[in-house]
Nanobody, 121 residues
Framework: QATLMESGGGLVQAGDSLKLSCTVS????????MGWFRQAPGEERDFVAG????????YYADSVNGRFTISKDIAKDTVYLQMDSLKPEDTATYYC??????????????WGQGTQVIVSS
């Protein structure tokens, strides 16, 4: 069992930056990785970025590579997503995921409730 709580979303203008956070609580098993996905209205949930909890490996979708940076604080059980040079097409609800079965970077077992990011042009 685990609870994930995202924060940091908001309304920004194109070109601005935002930093999302996701903290895990109540975890009773090993974390292999954490990741971020996003879902725009009427769209499927898409992978954004992932980070291994045991190595320095990071993974990015092509659409955000070079603009977004995923990082972790293992002691705080928290993953971050620094989003720079935001574009209107980045508008979505962002979800963090927790991988407990070593299936990252694209498959996760637990999810947060999501935090909304809106980028105006």
């Amino acid at each position: 069992q685990a609870t994930l709580m995202e924060s940091g979303g908001g309304l920004v203008q194109a070109g601005d930056s935002l930093k999302l956070s996701c903290t895990v609580s109540g975890r009773t098993f090993t974390t292999y990785a954490m990741g971020w996905f996003r879902q725009a209205p009427g769209e499927e949930r898409d992978f954004v970025a992932g980070i291994s909890w045991r190595t320095d490996a990071t993974y990015y979708a092509d659409s955000v590579n070079g603009r977004f940076t995923i990082s972790k604080d293992i002691a705080k059980d928290t993953v971050y997503l620094q989003m720079d040079s935001l574009k209107p097409e980045d508008t979505a609800t962002y979800y963090c995921g927790l991988d407990t079965r070593n299936r990252h970077p694209y498959e996760y077992d637990y999810w947060g409730q999501g935090t909304q990011v809106i980028v105006s042009s």
